[in-house]
């Protein structure tokens, strides 16, 4: 997936990924990385995700990449707040507190020189191809600092059109992707069946979203 895929995504808002409610996962599985008031939540491929806002409520910063602008925009606009606007780096650093949010590709977020305790990734991972899970793993690795976790949600399914996100990843490749530097631990696995649309549609005979915890060796 390149840029141009994603943008075009946010400019005819076709964003089906985005969730109106909080996902089940964070909300039931975050305790797991014992990450206490304030500290730093990184959000990989953050969108404009209203699990920003939840984790906020915890007492954590949030500190969000994201390539479209236009959802960095609608994060803030639907949220009645105005941010403050900085170049940094590669970045324009969008800025309402609790909420670090930076437009730009993720890619290049070493060049900030930050470093996290704990990160949360919904549809990060499944957003990529095959071909650049590995990259995204390293540099997972290099931001997360020794003992941080990552509270990490996939989904797996059986679908034959899997040339576009979301992509499945099962335990088997996040094992695979992970292991290497960080223990990996599956916490949940939600199971649907027909009650899931792409299910019902024909589309795929399973579609299960997985949640992990990740803790850096
Ligand atoms: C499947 S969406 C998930 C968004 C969000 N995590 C959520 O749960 O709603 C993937 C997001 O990643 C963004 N994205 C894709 N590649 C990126 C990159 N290299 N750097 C930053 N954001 C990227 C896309 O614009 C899109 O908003």
Redesign the pocket.
Known sequence: ?D?NF?HQ??QSSR?G???SDI?LHLRTCWHHTGAGPGTEVL???????L?MHWLAEQGHTVAG????PL?VAGFFEEAGLTPERTAEGAFEHWLCAPYHLYA????AAEQLGRQFNAAYD???L???PPAMRADYVDLMARLITSGGRVLLVTLNHDSAKDQT??FAVDETEVRTLFESRFEVSLLDRQQQGRQHPRVAAGDCTFFDELCFLLTRR
């Not at 959000?43 to 995700?49: A, F």
């Not at 730009?104 to 890619?107: A, H, M, N, R, S």
């Open positions: 997936m840029a994603w995504r946010w964003i990924f985005h969730q996902n959000v990989p491929l953050c969108g404009k995700s699990d990449f994201e390539l479209s959802a730009g590709d993720f890619f919904r549809a990060a499944i957003a990529l996100p979301p």
